[in-house]
């Protein structure tokens, strides 16, 4: 079925290769990172210069997380390099690019349109991609985390799949002793000083109830419940079920491990279904569960929003064309061919129910309210130095370098002047 899709877009393209490069007037070069699936995009890029001869489009590709990705483009952007005409951007960075002016408002592009346009999509990623009116960037894929777990583990030992982290500790724990085999892992989740650690943090404390900030943004990290995500993780890692060596883990990490066979079950990103499911080293394909988050409660699962999205640089010299290709990146067409190609959850509520879209991801069919219930992270220009106090205490805190108290001190202290 996924060759039969991209057959039929990619079956002119090939015999169009060379012909293409010679028509092509307008070169635009695309920056993505490692992880958002380049292989996929490239094979999209090739159906869009089967239908437009005269452009050309280069992929480049950099950066395995989200933090190496902006650090690179820091640079590129605050010089004004023109060398990069559409950038893929975390679902956290709109409002940072549209307060240093790197992208292109889309308004006048989409013109009349605009309005039906954004009203497609799902509604946290409209929300995400208009600041202060305008419009910065258009949606790629969506993203929510989700539990995997090792469906076949699950049911070899009598263990349903956890609604609350109770269930999950004391399930795993069972069929842990019972498998007795060093190298599996109960549970992991980003741990690491990167960006998947801040939900880490967040995923529990709105489950609690809690926010980061209140609604006129002013800090409101206090009591109780903000340290209760500390202790969440302190007893998973005391009773064994989180692994030793929870403050290295990344988000990939997770998912080579689970992958292996070396791993129960992982707190992740949509793009891993398709691996396990289809990757030629696969041990698990077939094995797999995939449920909300568990909770404190039955019932009160929260889960980040990911996604990634488009953006034109501000400084390119292709604008007009860059657009038209950003529009068919961010179309119906694409988002079912990511989500057959890549497990990439789709923009459009629609796509969810297409029957090839199902057939290749059959979770989807409950993914939908979970992708649109997902919490933001802070929305904020000084996004960056948020997540770096919140992931570099979280770290810590795993590490075994800070207690909760000295790590919540310190997060406190240092976004109270953020959000003030």
């Known amino acids: 079925m996924k060759k039969t899709l991209v057959t039929a877009l990619l079956g002119a393209a090939l015999s169009m290769a060379a012909t293409g490069d010679l028509m092509a007037q307008t070169t635009l070069r695309i920056f993505t990172g490692g992880q958002q699936r380049p292989d996929v995009m490239k094979q ?20 395995a997380t989200s933090e190496q990705q902006q650090q690179y483009l820091n640079t590129v952007l605050a010089s004004r390099d023109s060398t990069l005409d559409v950038v893929l951007i975390d679902v956290i960075r709109p409002a940072q690019w549209a307060a240093a002016q790197w992208a292109e408002p889309l308004d006048s592009y989409l013109g009349a349109e605009k309005d039906a346009t954004m009203a497609r999509y799902v509604a946290a990623y409209r929300e995400a991609n208009i600041v202060n009116g305008k419009v910065i960037a258009l949606p790629y894929f969506a993203d929510a985390q989700f539990l995997y777990y090792r469906k076949d583990l699950f049911e070899k030992h009598g263990v349903q799949p956890p609604k609350t982290w109770t269930e999950l500790r004391d399930g795993l724990k069972k069929i842990m002793d019972a498998e007795k085999n060093p190298n599996l892992s109960g549970f992991q989740t980003a741990g690491a000083p ?23 943004g002013k ?7 903000a340290r209760k995500p500390f202790d969440l993780w302190g007893d998973l890692k005391s009773s064994g079920v989180l692994p030793s060596n929870i403050a290295e883990i990344v988000t990939d990490r997770m998912r080579q491990n689970y992958q292996a066979g070396n791993l129960i079950s992982t707190m992740n990103w949509g793009y891993v279904w398709n691996r396990v499911e289809n990757d030629a080293d696969s041990v698990v394909k077939g094995k797999t569960g995939v449920v909300p988050m568990p909770a404190y409660e039955a019932g009160k699962s929260a889960t980040c929003i990911g996604g990634w999205q488009l953006a034109v640089t501000a400084f390119s010299k292709n604008k007009a064309e860059a657009v038209k290709l950003v529009r068919f990146l961010s179309s119906p067409e694409v988002s079912k061919m990511q989500a057959i190609l890549a497990s990439h959850m789709p923009v459009f509520p629609e796509v969810y129910t297409d029957p090839e879209v199902l057939k290749a991801n059959p979770w989807f069919k409950d993914a939908l309210p979970v992708v649109q219930t997902a919490r933001s992270r802070p929305v904020t220009p000084r996004y960056n130095e948020v997540s770096e106090i919140i992931r570099t205490n979280m770290n810590a805190f795993l590490a075994g370098t800070k207690t909760a108290d000295a790590a919540l001190s310190d997060m406190q202290s240092r976004l109270t002047p953020i959000f003030k």
């Open 44 to 63: 999209i890029v090739d159906v869009y210069m089967q239908r437009n001869p005269g452009v050309k489009v280069e992929v480049e590709v950099g950066g």
């Open 194 to 216: 990167i960006e998947g650690t801040v939900c880490t943090y967040l995923v529990p404390l709105w489950e609690l109830g809690g926010q980061l900030t209140d609604a006129s």
């Open 219 to 225: 800090l409101t990290l206090t009591g109780e419940t």
